[in-house]
């Protein structure tokens, strides 16, 4: 993992230093951020199975302002997956090494409320969207009380999409918002651990996809500093920390 994070760091740096020398620091962040999640339900499109995944994310992300209503994230970081299925024989695990992940995420004021009203004043319309690719490697499987230690192959691909709508009101420092998100997310897992021999597609439970609730508080105690905390609801249980400084 620590390999993994150097690696994050210096793509991060060096997108720093050649957009230093394109002369539009002052657009640019930097920042890191943390997401768990839990009991994330989807399922394997072949065999028709139910599972459920917890999935951790630790990233660096570059936050560029383009415009004062605005922002685009580059994303680079880790990731790490366990899986679990209850199937008529027994109940199968999977644990993954840490893996890269990589994405970006659009952040897009939409509309801001002013009128005369304290209470409506400041109230702002924001479109967010985001994309976070990972490629991990299965390093234990468990079935029932079985425990198979690195497979022979093992490789789990994932793509998470999210598309949503946020209202949020400025209150002194902090920002609470609330919003809705339609996420879907597809993948691969290949498994090869002699008893066990698996190659199918991960999907979302909900073949469309799915749309849940998202809620959560920013704060900015100095200028140029934010700190955020989010939760996602219904469609995943997953909660997350940011921290970024603009320069």
């Excluded at 993954?96 to 004043?121: H, P, W």
Aim: aromatic fraction near 6%.
């Amino acid at each position: 993992m620590r390999k993994l994070i150097l690696v994050a760091a210096l793509v991060c740096l060096m997108c720093s230093v050649g957009i230093a020398n394109a002369g539009i620091l002052d657009m640019v962040g930097v920042g890191t951020e943390v997401n768990v999640g839990f009991n994330r339900e989807l399922a394997l499109s072949e065999l028709g199975q139910d599972i459920e995944m917890d999935m951790e994310t630790y990233l660096i992300t570059l936050p560029v302002q383009l415009a004062d209503w605005l922002v685009i994230t580059p994303m680079i970081g880790v990731a790490h997956n366990s899986f679990s299925a209850d199937t008529s024989f027994a109940t199968i695990e999977a644990d993954t090494d840490a893996g890269i992940a990589a994405g970006i995420r659009v952040e897009a004021k939409l509309y801001e409320v002013k009128v005369d009203n304290a209470l409506l004043n400041g109230l702002t319309v924001t479109g967010f969207g985001s994309y976070l690719f990972s490629n991990t490697e299965i390093d234990t499987v468990s079935i029932g009380v079985l425990e198979i230690n690195n497979p022979l192959r093992n490789d789990v691909t994932l793509h998470d999409m999210e598309l949503g709508a946020k209202l949020s009101k400025k209150i002194g420092v902090v920002t609470p918002y609330i919003g809705i998100a339609y996420t879907n997310i597809f993948g691969q897992a290949k498994i090869n651990a002699s008893v066990i021999n698996l190659e199918d597609d991960i999907v979302d439970r909900n073949d469309n996809g799915s749309v849940g609730m998202r809620l959560g508080l920013g704060a900015e105690p100095i200028s140029g500093l934010t700190l955020s905390v989010d939760g996602k609801l219904f469609d995943q249980t997953a909660i997350g920390g940011k921290v970024s400084y603009k320069f």
